[in-house]
């Protein structure tokens, strides 16, 4: 079963604009990750937060993290037509390994 | 070069056929992962492997085997290939220690269709 639920599933927006991303899960968790898919590529690594972190800046992107909500939301400010993707938000329970939610599918219009 | 290389990019086969995917990688990792994509199921763990001598099965490891050639080296088998594992395949690997989890780095993928 998916341990993320991301919301929206699908997102449009204006250059310019800022888009944000919500993602949930169910149990608790030693760290979050963000990861961007363009169209039928690999993944590529945003960002990575742990459960004592509470927010995270990198460039443009910023990530928090609500464990008691479990709930992390991914915000792009000043987005570009290159930001269109499909963002995936990705937990760690235990064990190692990533348990990744079904994607937001982000439309960045010129 | 890329670091995560996968053969091959697109396959067609017919139901019943063994097919073998490949994953190479030049970052030195000991974690390997392979992960199908569909269509709005986001990525679902197949099988991983920690290093040569520790393979585990993921969420949906029926229908599946690998084998962790080297440390470099990460193939996945559908031993009779059927209709429903027509997917995106992805391999990933991840620096690793202990008992969290890392940053992944993924392969461009292999379109797998079988007719």
């Known amino acids: 079963s998916q341990q993320g639920e991301e919301d929206p599933q699908a997102l449009s927006i204006q250059e310019g604009e800022n888009a944000t991303m919500n993602c949930s899960y169910k149990?608790?968790?030693?760290?979050l990750q963000w990861y961007r898919q363009n169209s039928g590529r690999g993944l590529v690594h945003l960002i990575l937060?742990?459960?004592?972190?509470r927010e995270k800046h990198s460039g443009r992107l910023r990530v928090t993290l609500d464990t008691s909500k479990k709930s992390s939301s991914l915000l792009i400010t000043a987005s570009r037509a290159a930001d269109t993707a499909s963002y995936f938000c990705?937990?760690?329970?235990?064990?190692?390994?990533?348990?990744f939610g079904q994607g937001t599918e982000l439309s960045v219009k010129p | 070069d890329a670091d995560v290389t996968q053969t091959p990019r697109n396959r067609i086969t017919k139901t019943g056929k063994r097919i073998m995917l490949e994953c190479s990688q030049t970052?030195?990792?000991?974690?390997m992962y392979w992960y199908r994509q569909d269509p709005g199921l986001g990525l679902r763990l197949i099988y991983y492997?920690?290093?040569?001598?520790?393979?585990n099965k993921g969420e949906i490891s029926d229908g599946y085997s690998v084998s962790r050639q080297a440390q470099a080296k990460f193939s996945l088998s559908l031993e009779s290939a059927i209709p429903n594992q027509t997917a995106l395949y992805f391999c990933?690997?991840?620096?690793?220690?202990?008992?969290?989890?890392?940053?992944?780095?993924f392969g461009p993928g292999t379109r797998l269709t079988v007719t």
């Open positions: 990933a690997t991840s620096e690793g220690s202990g008992r969290g989890a890392y940053e992944q780095y």
């Open positions: 990705a937990t760690d329970r235990t064990g190692g390994k990533l348990i």
């Open positions: 149990t608790s968790i030693n760290n």
């Open positions: 970052k030195g990792h000991d974690r």
């Open positions: 492997s920690f290093d040569v001598k520790d393979i």
């Open positions: 937060i742990r459960s004592n972190e």
